[in-house]
Structures are given as structure tokens and as C-alpha cells.
């Protein structure tokens, strides 16, 4: 089976793919960028959220539902806080990291059981339900 010159890179992101591409450009004076792909454009190209018949959700409606959800928590270790526009970014952060790494609610709760003390309250006050 013969191989063609053609290779795919995928990069984390579009700053480093164009450092790569800028790098390309400067020794061999020319570069073509289709065989360069983000994170991102990597997933969409295989199907991504298209497939799993997904829409994408905006970064302000995502703050806007993690604001909702804040609000009917009742008392947390959070106090006030939950109700500043700054939690719910906060709290979107940290979803959104836990996705990324692939963390589930269940890995988060036995992380969180060698932290201090004082420090236990508060991310037992964040981590979802499991």
C-alpha cells in the first residue's frame, strides 16, 4: 500500500498551529495549511456535535443557566457570592474543566477529600450531585 505525501496535524489550538505554520513559512518560503487543523475543527470535521444532533451553546447562555441553577441552590459555603455574575462564570470554568479533563463529579469528590479542611466545604459546596 502506497502512502501519499499528505499528512494531518492537529493542533491544541489555533495560536500554536500558527506558530507552526509561521515556522513552516520562514524555511520553506510557502506553506499550505490544509492539512492543519485545531482541536475544534478536528472534532467538527469528524462530525462533532452535528452528529450527536447538538447545538452550540453561547458562552452567555451557558453563564446564564449556571446562574439559574446558583440561584436555587439555597445556603452554601459560597454565601452572597452565588448571586455575582462572577460565581457563575466561575462555576461555567469549572465545568468546563472538568470536561476537558474528562473528570467525573465522582473523581472530583475523592480529590477533594485530600484537601485541608477548610478548603472541603467549599468544593463540596461546588461539585455537582453524583
Known amino acids: 500500500m502506497t502512502r501519499s505525501g499528505r499528512t494531518l496535524q492537529v493542533f491544541p489550538d489555533a495560536h500554536r498551529r500558527q506558530q507552526v505554520l509561521r515556522a513552516t513559512r520562514e524555511s520553506h518560503g510557502f506553506v499550505l495549511g490544509t492539512g492543519c487543523l485545531t482541536w475544534d475543527e478536528f472534532v467538527d470535521a469528524l462530525g462533532g456535535a452535528r452528529a450527536l444532533k447538538r447545538r452550540p451553546c453561547p458562552p452567555l447562555a451557558a453563564r446564564a443557566v449556571m446562574a439559574a441553577l446558583a440561584q436555587g441552590l ?10 455575582e455574575p462572577a460565581f457563575a462564570r466561575a462555576a461555567l470554568e469549572l465545568v468546563l474543566d472538568m470536561k476537558a479533563g474528562r473528570l467525573t463529579p465522582r473523581e472530583l469528590q475523592d480529590a477533594a477529600e485530600v484537601l485541608p479542611q477548610e478548603r472541603r466545604s467549599r468544593l463540596r459546596g461546588a461539585r455537582p450531585a453524583v
Do not use: L, M, V, Y
Request: glycine letters at 30%; a negative charge.
Open 74 to 83: 439555597g445556603e452554601t459555603p459560597f454565601g452572597g457570592f452565588i448571586q
